[in-house]
């Protein structure tokens, strides 16, 4: 979702933004600009359509001076993305760059509109400049001007205003969205996260909900939602300086999915004690085996993780689970028990959806446990408890890395909860360790098979539509690969569980819709074999995606198969999760498409 970074500096700000957004490029964006405020105190801009590098070669041609600045990389919500829609927005008197929807904006700026205010834009930004404008003119200074115009604005932003005739002055404020300010010598910045300052600070403060901040070289002024002057702890940031790059593969994403043997055994060895295969976690400040039901809630990816680990929790602790989309969850009001945990998974502990649920779950007295890859995110700030993936920075759009290293602490946190609740032996607890200690070497294997998945995408690419078919946690696996081949190669592609056949998507089997099939060994592997013969008999040409028994059943009856290794079936998820991510990304090579930024998407949603 949209980036925004501002700096008041020593030195032109214009290159070292341009360097901020650059790290804000992960995010998504379809648009860029930065404004500073030049020698003689007038505002201006530069913006671009498009990526960054458009940007750049602008800013090559016409220099932006000027110490103190604002810049933003837009994901169009409200008009295309033209470079008219671009931030920053400004008047004569001031500018803003700002992520997030404005809900009240047509009213406002009907409002304006009637006072002779001209709008340029088709955006709900352009309305802040505007009223902050208005406000001026009747003789409010900036700070004054800018408390005001927060008061009338209603929905979930952050955002950044700088000054004409202010040098030494710029205002941040948030409100659902995340913003960090960050401390500098002589210097003061502000972003929507720590990465994009990294290379500048290590120094940060997170605004809190309804935080506002005046930011001059010297310091930095916080009011709270009331505008009462307030203090926020300075945190040292984690995050490293050092801007990621491919180390030679082509797409972030191929690094990533080459990634995971490693930080899937990360991930492991944070949880599970080599000499004794316990799973431990830290002491929880409730009860394990008290808790009555787990409230499960997620968005995208996240929450095809939670719908595996639905079957785990239930199958290895025997606890009942509840499991829905945070956008959905929402607006349910659903009633949830008395000492029931909230279970939250999120990538970048952004996404405004499973926040506002968090919020919601806390409001009705649950236990909030939260699993996330940013630790200084908004959500781990705001649960009980985390759970940290150790994935490390992932900039492609589509997630592969953090999605299995979920599954992986998903996994650890069954077992515990198994044994916790006395539903496992101690043995048993130590042969699921011992599969999930198996994981990264197995993931190392499947990744050789690339070449075959490389090879098997020219038939993908060919098609119009595609199936994928699972059982059991295999299920929300086609799930997820559908959601991988749509985000990154635009192929239309649907997940079904294998028993659904027959009640309404078989009509859609013939020979040009290839049809994955994910058939671990497992307790629903003759019935799946079963569904597979029935697309068979249609003529549906199917990828097998098995173990050796899988291929050995079905590999003559089948157009391909790709044979991965046999493994005990609680860890078959987080392994199968590797090939569909392969031949999703194949297919969007073969297709010519954006694969670390598909077009229409962000990283991270922090809207709604």
């Not at 220099?63 to 409200?78: D, E």
């Not at 991988?484 to 079904?496: N, R």
């Not at 498409?593 to 998407?601: E, G, S």
């Amino acid at each position: 979702m949209c980036g925004i970074i501002g700096i008041i500096g020593k030195s032109d700000a214009a290159p070292r933004l341009v360097e901020g957004l650059r790290r804000l490029e992960y995010r998504g964006y379809d648009s860029a600009g930065v404004a500073t405020l030049l020698a003689d105190g007038t505002i201006e801009r530069r913006r671009a359509e498009g990526k960054l590098a458009n940007l750049d070669k602008k800013l090559q041609g016409e220099p932006l001076a000027g110490l103190i600045g604002i810049g933003h990389t837009r994901w169009a919500t409200h008009g295309g993305p033209t470079e008219t829609n671009a931030h920053p927005h400004a008047t004569n008197k001031c500018a803003v760059v700002h992520n997030g929807i404005i809900e009240n904006y047509r009213e406002l700026k009907a409002e304006l509109q009637a006072k002779g205010h001209v709008f340029a834009t088709e955006t709900d930004t352009e309305v802040i400049v505007h009223l902050v404008t208005d406000y001026l003119d009747q003789g409010l200074d900036p700070v004054a001007a800018s408390a005001a115009s927060l008061k009338r604005l209603e929905g979930a932003f952050s955002l950044a205003l700088i000054f004409a005739g202010a040098p030494d002055l710029m205002i941040g404020a948030r409100r659902g969205t995340p913003q960090a300010v960050g401390y500098g010598d002589g210097e003061m910045y502000l972003a929507s996260d720590a990465f994009a300052l990294a290379p500048l600070t290590n120094r940060l403060t997170y605004l809190e909900e309804g935080d506002w901040v005046e930011l001059r070289r010297s310091g930095v002024v916080i009011h709270d939602a009331s505008d009462a002057v307030v203090t926020r702890e300075i945190r040292l940031s984690s995050v490293s300086g050092a801007l990621i790059g491919k180390e030679g593969y082509r797409h972030f994403m191929l690094k990533e999915i080459y990634e995971q043997p490693l930080v899937i055994g990360d991930t492991l060895n944070a949880f599970i004690q080599p000499s004794s295969g316990h799973v431990s976690l830290p002491e929880f400040p409730f009860d394990l085996a008290a808790v009555p039901r787990i409230t499960i809630v997620a968005c995208g990816t996240a929450y095809y993780a939670g719908c595996v680990a639905k079957y785990w929790f239930e199958q290895i602790a025997r606890i009942p689970v509840e499991i829905d989309i945070a956008s959905e969850f929402r607006y349910r009001e659903a009633p949830l028990p008395k000492g029931g945990v909230a279970l939250f998974i999120s990538q970048s502990g952004e996404t405004l959806d499973t926040l506002e649920a968090l919020r919601y779950c806390k409001r009705q007295g649950q236990h909030i446990l939260s699993i996330v890859n940013a630790p200084e995110s908004t959500i781990a700030r705001e649960s009980d408890y985390v759970l940290y993936t150790l994935a490390g920075p992932e900039i492609g759009v589509a997630s592969t890395k953090a999605f299995t290293t979920q599954l992986t602490t998903l996994a650890c946190l069954a077992v515990a909860l198994g044994r916790a609740r006395g539903e496992i032996t101690q043995e048993r607890e130590a042969q699921l360790a011992e599969a999930l200690r198996e994981v990264p070497a197995r993931a190392a294997d499947i990744l050789g098979h690339d070449e075959t998945l490389r090879q098997l995408a020219h038939e993908v690419a060919e098609a119009r539509d595609v199936l994928y078919l699972g059982r059991g946690t295999s299920y929300p696996l086609a799930l997820e690969g559908a959601l991988k081949l749509k985000e990154i190669s635009y192929i239309h592609a649907e997940g079904y569980a294998a028993g659904e056949l027959k009640h309404g998507p078989i009509a859609l089997i013939d020979e040009s819709v290839p049809v994955i099939v994910l058939v671990p060994t497992d307790s629903l592997f003759d019935k799946v074999v079963s569904n597979v013969q029935e697309v068979c008999a249609r003529s549906g040409k199917v990828l097998l995606i098995a173990d050796a028994k899988g291929v050995a059943k079905l590999g003559d009856r089948v157009r391909w198969s790709v044979e991965l290794p046999t493994v005990d079936p609680f860890v078959a998820p987080i392994l199968y999760a590797i090939p569909v991510q392969l031949l999703a990304y194949h297919t969007a090579v073969l297709k010519g498409t954006d694969v670390d930024q598909p077009r229409n998407l962000a990283k991270s949603v922090t809207v709604e």
